[in-house]
């Protein structure tokens, strides 16, 4: 009984440890967004000797967005000799198909790869699409975002260094006036991009790709192998087979493109699930890897430590709540009286939601958001959520690792109709600034987005709060 | 129409600031609360038993409340000692009945689940006390008095790490020391007010209905519950500052 004591109660004060190790880390990475020099992207540099690209779009069942963004890169600003657009239809049901053939007929270089053969699932797609892509450069993006006019450029531009690997780009989400979850997940974004990825990169330790609004060298993924389909974070799991193997990871604050965020908390859950699931999976498969490369300098080595556990330590805090209670019912309130003030205080603003409070309200600052950091005490209810699920995923990731089981692909449910998003059917291609004009026409008709609008360069920004600013 | 201003990208704009300022100001925020933190509980803990006192004898017959005196630190705290109310056989059951149908069917709300599941943790905790009290009711560790001890205790643990997070927060904002000090130290008063009239509420919890809600009390509406006015506050001006900045073009610096 005394060993057992003694055992929780290490586990508590481990866990407090754990816990303030993530909040000195945060709140580093919140001084060095606020108050040191900027390492800034490379969108600076203007190259006329633009490589060729090819941009993979995976779709399962996508007919509610897929015009949207097919219209949108086809409008892109990018010449139309070195862009390859592929589509690819993962195994639909709707009207997908028909969307994607209808704009090859349209548009030369979109060229739709339809899959009804083989695994399928985000990698799996990705795989086949890198099959037949002829870029130098790839560029995903999943099927409900809405890239901006430049964005291709600004991705494209960093892989004039020969160092570059992979680059990520900031996700912004476009729906977040529809309820309270989408505000949320707003300022979850908000503090994830305007501070911690633009801190990491400005620190020079590990950003993450993202698999989407990124890039990636061809020839580089090529080498290394395709996705494991098993895994269900393709995106992480690149990021650390490049880190891996020397290669550098970016990540462009400037390069901002809009994406659907979940709009209810069943899909929120099912995505955080699976987010859990697959990055756990690349914690077990790389954290020793991690810890014995010799491509990586010793402060990327703990960030890259740090950001592989960041998926289990709400799993971690569940534990040492159920401790705290087991210990409590022991008699041991003792303890408990110093440390579960700390625990709770860390539970709630560490990892539960991902940031600590000030972190996301430094981002929500730096972002001109006035209004939005209100919410902010709503992220206690966030943190039982997020725990709930991302626990799940991770004992979905201990078991896919014990037996070997293949895992399935849950796409998440969009929200968006056409009907909010008009883009105009069949369009005849006439001039360049089409793209401009369709761009204005999705969101100025919008009255749910009605605080977007976009600069002379076709840039999307708000002039309500969240970007007040744009050059 | 042509902008009369363009501001700085979000992308890369900053503000100056220095980290030693901030670890200095840190100090400066800190280090006296802190301290007179310290010299003052055994004061504060002893009003705050008073006044907690006062609130309950309404409900008690005089002899029954007491301010009794325990050691926690460099002194000793004063504590209202007060007979905590046992739940009858009956009441675990209803308790356990409940609790066990929150967590089996909140789940499966689909609006507000995120509350939801904020309950499902709370009845879950209620679970746990109600068995206990199923299956041992004589061998629970706690009465009431040593629950009010701990929770005394813990608040003072609390109040000495509210300068400490709200600093780390408030700090490094764009905005002048004196109102971001001053704010710390409403917020500390705020939070010892609060938790004197939350300590009544808790202890006339306990002995009107029972001590099974204890451990209810301590995980759900504790430390945890104080941190949601301190995230409150802090949004509060951060809300009000941005307001402010957005007409202040010199705050906003450029990558350097």
């Known amino acids: 009984m005394e060993v057992g004591i003694l055992i929780l109660k290490t586990y508590l004060v481990v866990t407090v440890c754990v816990m303030v190790i993530y909040l000195i880390r945060h709140f580093l990475f919140t001084l060095n967004r606020l108050f040191q020099e900027q390492r800034i992207y490379y969108q600076d540099i203007i190259d006329s000797d633009l490589r060729s690209i090819t941009v993979l779009v995976p779709m399962h069942n996508e007919e509610k967005v897929a015009r949207q963004i097919l219209g949108l890169l086809t409008e892109a600003d990018y010449r139309h000799d070195q862009l390859e657009i592929i589509p690819i239809n993962d195994f639909s049901s709707d009207g997908t198909p028909e969307i994607l053939d209808e704009y090859a007929s349209r548009y030369s270089f979109i060229k739709p790869l339809h899959r009804y053969e083989g695994e399928r699932g985000k990698p799996a797609a990705l795989n086949a699409g890198m099959k037949l892509a002829k870029g130098e450069i790839i560029i995903v993006f999943d099927a409900d975002y809405l890239p901006p006019k430049g964005i291709l450029k600004e991705i494209v531009v960093c892989f004039n260094d020969p160092e570059v690997g992979a680059v990520m780009g900031r996700v912004v989400p476009v729906n977040t006036k529809t309820n309270l979850l989408t505000r949320l997940l707003d300022l979850e974004r908000s503090g994830g991009y305007q501070v911690d990825q633009q801190a990491r990169y400005n620190m020079k330790l590990v950003p993450q790709y993202g698999g989407t609004v990124g890039g990636f060298r061809k020839d580089v993924f090529m080498a290394l192998g395709s996705f494991d389909t098993n895994i269900l974070t393709d995106d992480t799991e690149l990021t650390f087979r490049l880190l891996l193997r020397g290669w550098k990871v970016l990540y462009a604050n400037r390069a901002e493109c809009y994406e659907e965020v979940p709009e209810t908390w069943d899909v929120r859950g099912r995505q955080i699930r699976r987010w859990s699931r697959g990055h756990n999976q690349v914690l077990f498969r790389y954290l020793w890897a991690l810890l014995a490369s010799p491509h990586l300098s010793r402060k990327e080595k703990i960030d890259g430590v740090l950001l592989l556990f960041v998926y289990s330590i709400p799993l971690i805090l569940v534990l040492a709540i159920a401790d705290s209670l087991v210990l409590f019912f022991l008699g041991d309130m003792e303890i408990l009286a110093g440390v579960s003030a700390f625990l709770f205080v860390a539970a709630y603003n560490t990892l539960g939601n991902f940031a600590p409070f000030y972190q996301i309200g430094v981002a929500s600052l730096l972002d001109g958001g006035i209004n939005r950091v209100l919410l902010l005490p709503m992220l206690i209810f966030n943190f039982f959520f997020n725990s709930w699920y991302i626990s799940i995923g991770f004992f979905e990731a201990v078991l896919d690792k014990v037996t070997g089981r293949s895992t399935k692909w849950l796409k998440t449910t969009r929200f968006r109709g056409e009907e909010s998003f008009p883009v105009r059917p069949a369009p005849v291609y006439e001039a360049e600034s089409y793209g401009l004009m369709q761009a204005r026409q999705l969101y100025e008709s919008n009255p749910t987005i009605s605080g977007h609008r976009t600069n002379q360069r076709g840039k999307f920004f708000r002039v309500q709060e969240g970007s007040a600013s744009d050059s | ?256």
């Open chain 2, 1 to 256: 129409m042509p902008k009369s201003i363009i501001y700085y990208h979000r992308a890369y704009r900053k503000i100056t600031g220095s980290g030693r300022l901030f670890l200095l100001e840190l100090v400066a925020v800190t280090a006296p609360l802190s301290l007179a933190l310290l010299l003052l509980y055994p004061a504060i803990t002893e009003q705050m038993s008073l006044v907690t006192q006062v609130i309950l004898s309404p409900y008690y017959p005089a002899d029954t409340i007491k301010v009794v005196e325990k050691s926690f630190l460099f002194g000793n705290v004063s504590v209202v000692s007060i007979a905590g109310g046992y739940p009858t056989a009956l009441t675990s059951l209803i308790n356990f009945i409940v609790s066990t149908g929150l967590v089996i069917l909140l789940p499966r709300v689909r609006k507000t689940k995120n509350v939801a599941i904020f309950v499902v943790f709370l009845a879950a905790v209620n679970v746990v006390s109600a068995l206990y009290f199923i299956l041992s009711p004589s061998e629970f560790p706690y009465t009431a008095t040593e629950f009010s001890e701990h929770y005394v205790k813990s608040e003072i643990c609390m109040w000495l790490f509210i300068p400490f997070i709200l600093g780390i927060a408030f700090l490094p904002l764009p905005a002048s020391f004196l109102p971001k000090m001053v704010l710390i130290v409403l917020t500390l008063i705020y939070s010892i007010v609060l938790g004197t009239l939350r300590y009544a509420i808790f202890l006339l919890i306990l002995s009107k209905c029972s001590v099974i809600y204890m451990a209810l009390l301590f995980f759900a509406f504790g430390p945890l519950s104080d941190f949601v006015y301190v995230v409150g506050i802090y949004c509060f001006y951060a809300s009000k500052l941005a307001h402010r900045l957005k007409a202040s073009e010199p705050v906003w610096k450029w990558v350097y």
